[in-house]
């Protein structure tokens, strides 16, 4: 199989990046529509993707009948995690008769949208606006080199996308049946946070255009689980925004939301009390030292401030604050220091409000509009919407 060998650095890492299901897809439809209209079996195409890398793509799993052809291209995602990795991406290109220009729809394994707001309109194949041009392209390529002005019909189908759609977003934004065929640039580039912060944004949309306006975040799993199993709300609807709980505003913000509810564990929500809104551990920690300077101004003395200074985990501290008589006061003056930062991103268009957990110690904080937003969000009045 060929591969892309281009690398972006990644931390300390060198990863390689690779090629896009519509990358995929656009260099099956050129192998399958050049044999049809030349009479030609490409062992490989190059494709220029929009980031204006070239890609050479190796053609598998030839099939043809009157008038249609099929191949396959196999999904190379690089040195990135992607479900699609190794996925063969079929384009079966056949003749339209008595037609012009080319048609483009999807087949077995891949989605079709049922929701409003995303790339393409509902009852459509999820077959995003940058695939459909550059596979287009493809195909009129090919008919150019073989002089061919009808028209071709292309369906592009993944057969192994029913299964893999069970591990992506698309479930919950309304894509049934099989995954999308994605890619702004044709690149997979590796762990990319714009590609994470677009997905995160897609699925807000996916809610705000079904007439949400107030918006449960959490996280990750457990705050998602808390706000069910405790708080009593319905998580259906509930956004996971994992470590981007500041680009989470700024989209709220662009979308027209009226308020998020962020429902965090502790030690990520002490994090975010300090201003970190990327909360991951190669942007920044300070945990340690938000905690002491809070237990500090609680009434802990020198000696908890140093034992602070040098715990191993948030929750290792929660029992010393409660010896020594301040775990309120501590609680609450990082619910206070949350609140302004959570205000100061949003800005004056966005209510946001949050509770904070531990899974031993339950609910530890909220700020102070919470309680009336958890209220909005449980009620069946329809204020949600």
Known sequence: MARLEQYVGVGQRQMRCGYTTGTCAAAATRGAATLLLSGVCLPAVTVRTPAGVDVVADLEEWSRGAGWVQCAVRKDAGDDPDVTDGALVYACVSLAEGKRGIRIDGGPGVGRVTRTGLDQPVGAAAINHVPRQMIREQALTACAEAGYAGGLDVVVSIPAGVELAARTFNPRLGIEGGISVLGTSGIVRPMSEDALVASL??????QREAG???LLVAPGNYGRDFAADTLGLDVGPCIQCSNYLGATIDAAVRLGFRSLL?????????KVAAGIM???????????ETLAAHAAMAGADRDLVAKIMGSATTDEVLPWLGE????????????????RQLSHRAGSGLEVQ????????????RTSGAGE?????????GTQR
């Not at 944004?201 to 996916?206: D, G, K, S």
């Not at 962020?262 to 002490?270: N, Y």
């Not at 949050?354 to 904080?365: D, I, N, T, Y």
Request: net charge negative; proline share 2%; no cysteine.
């Open 278 to 288: 990327n909360t991951h551990s190669r942007v920044a920690d300070g945990r340690r």
């Open 324 to 339: 020594a008589g301040i775990l309120r006061e501590t609680m609450g003056s990082l619910a206070a220091a949350l609140e």
């Open 354 to 365: 949050a509770v904070f957990f531990s899974p031993a110690w339950g609910e530890l904080g």
């Open 262 to 270: 962020f429902v965090g564990a502790f030690g990520k929500m002490v």
């Open 212 to 214: 949400w306006r107030d």
């Open 201 to 206: 944004e897609l699925e807000m949309r996916v």
């Open 373 to 381: 937003l958890l209220d909005r969000l449980r009620g069946d009045e």
